[in-house]
T-cell receptor, first 122, second 114 residues
């Protein structure tokens, strides 16, 4: 089974521009999460999508947005790029299905990470 | 709050040395705990996990025990190899979200020399 794929792998943009990154999850996975990795802040959660709906959101400004399509592929967009947006953006998919469990502790689902998109803002 | 603190690196060891990478977490509820590994140019891979207190996760010779009393989840390996050189991340999962939202430590780089 193919893993999580992210495109493009590398991207160079200038301040003020916008960028769109793409993530294709493992076949059958409907949950897709995005993380930003920087040397200073480490790995930080951006948002999670399931069935085209945003389920969780991290503490990032509104310039960061995302969406998910009916085939579970996801895109994230960053508008008005700043130098501090330079980072490795990681996407992860999991077989998690929201709403399946009815009570108690939800089951655990492993997240599978893609290789990331390295964004450099100049 | 929800946070994870792990020792800063890099950790430099000779092959066959004993490895410990410390990790502590804030005790909000009863999180599940994970260690992820990132090899150069690659995404993160799950190394091991523990979902409740006193659980021991293990994989590829690595072990970590979920210690509720000390809120710790230290990673250990008895004999490291050059191929273990990578960045290791300790993480916890938020409850009630299907463990889909991970909070990571800053990462610890491990360098193993022959």
């Amino acid at each position: 089974k193919a893993g999580v794929t992210q495109t493009p792998r590398y991207l160079i943009k200038t301040r003020g521009q916008q960028v769109t990154l793409s993530c294709s999850p493992i076949s059958g996975h409907r949950s897709v999460s995005w993380y930003q990795q920087t040397p200073g802040q480490g790995l930080q959660f951006l948002f999670e999508y399931f069935s085209e709906t945003q389920r969780n959101k991290g503490n990032f400004p509104g310039r960061f947005s995302g969406r998910q399509f009916s085939n579970s592929r996801s895109e994230m967009n960053v508008s008005t790029l700043e130098l501090g947006d330079s980072a490795l953006y990681l996407c992860a998919s999991s077989p998690l299905q929201w709403g399946v469990w009815t009570s108690g502790q939800p089951p655990w689902y492993e997240q599978y990470f893609g290789p990331g998109t390295r964004l450099t803002v100049t | 709050g929800n946070s994870v603190t792990q020792m800063e690196g890099p950790v430099t060891l000779s092959e066959e040395a004993f490895l410990t990478i410390n990790c502590t977490y804030t005790a909000t509820g009863y999180p599940s705990l994970f260690w992820y590994v990132q090899y150069p140019g690659e995404g993160l891979q799950l190394l091991l996990k523990a979902t409740k207190a006193d659980d021991k996760g293990s994989n590829k010779g690595f072990e970590a025990t979920y210690r509720k009393e000390t809120t710790s989840f230290h990673l250990e390996k008895g004999s490291v190899q050059v191929s273990d050189s990578a960045v290791y991340f300790c993480a916890r999962a938020l409850m009630g979200s299907g463990y889909s939202t991970l909070t990571f430590g800053k990462g610890t780089m491990l360098l193993v020399s022959p």
